[in-house]
T-cell receptor
């Protein structure tokens, strides 16, 4: 069964550093998403991406965040200058346009120290 | 604005008991999707079910069943004859339909289900 993959599984970074989280979507899916989950809390929508542009973003997705699909396969989330409160699990998801089922990747745990 | 409420923060039952997890949602849209996801201690999000707003039929999948009631804006999830492996956090989620694809999901806060042996 096809699956969404994410790398790295765990990233530790110092406050103020830039991080890039990577996702490889399922190949025939066209809609991509990033979510985050602060430890012990609910999953929160960050951004959706379709046809090489952002289609929707939440209040959380401010200027320090950006997304791109640099090479037609990877889908990346960049955090320019990390803060302690960015520590969370970040999930990538893609949608099967026929079923609208969102397939989630295993997540990247980001720890900002 | 969308909202999903899972009022039960934590439920603890003894194995083999039936348990129902409640989910109440709010949306202004007439077309939307409802989901349930399971998050075991390992942290991944496991898809359980998707239901669209036009399909109010209840669904059963093995020990799992779902009751969608549009009149009360609820989409409850029942596990019959619970097992220890069912212990996890369960999230209910809502997505509007934007015509070409699905909008981002709005999640509830989750219900931590503990099944005691």
């Amino acid at each position: 069964e096809p699956e969404v993959t994410q790398t790295p599984s765990h990233q530790v970074t110092q406050m103020g550093q830039e991080v890039i989280l990577r996702c490889v979507p399922i190949s025939n899916h066209l809609y991509f998403y990033w979510y985050r989950q602060i430890l012990g809390q609910k999953v929160e929508f960050l951004v959706s991406f379709y046809n090489n542009e952002i289609s929707e973003k939440s209040e959380i997705f401010d200027d320090q965040f950006s997304v791109e699909r640099p090479d037609g396969s990877n889908f990346t989330l960049k955090i320019r200058s990390t803060k302690l409160e960015d520590s969370a699990m970040y999930f990538c998801a893609t949608v099967d346009s026929s079923s609208y089922e969102q397939y989630f990747g295993p997540g990247t745990r980001l720890t900002v120290t | 604005a969308q909202k999903v409420t899972q009022a039960q923060t934590e439920i603890s039952v003894v194995e083999k008991e039936d348990v129902t997890l409640d989910c109440v949602y709010e949306t202004r849209d007439t077309t939307y999707y409802l989901f349930w996801y399971k998050q075991p201690p390992s942290g991944e999000l496991v898809f359980l079910i998707r239901r669209n707003s036009f399909d109010e039929q209840n669904e059963i999948s093995g020990r799992y069943s779902w009751n969608f009631q549009k009149s009360t804006s609820s989409f409850n999830f029942t596990i019959t004859a619970s097992q220890v492996v069912d212990s996890a956090v369960y999230f209910c989620a809502l997505s509007d339909y934007s015509g070409g694809g699905a909008d981002g999901l709005t999640f509830g806060k989750g219900t931590h289900l503990i099944i005691q042996p």
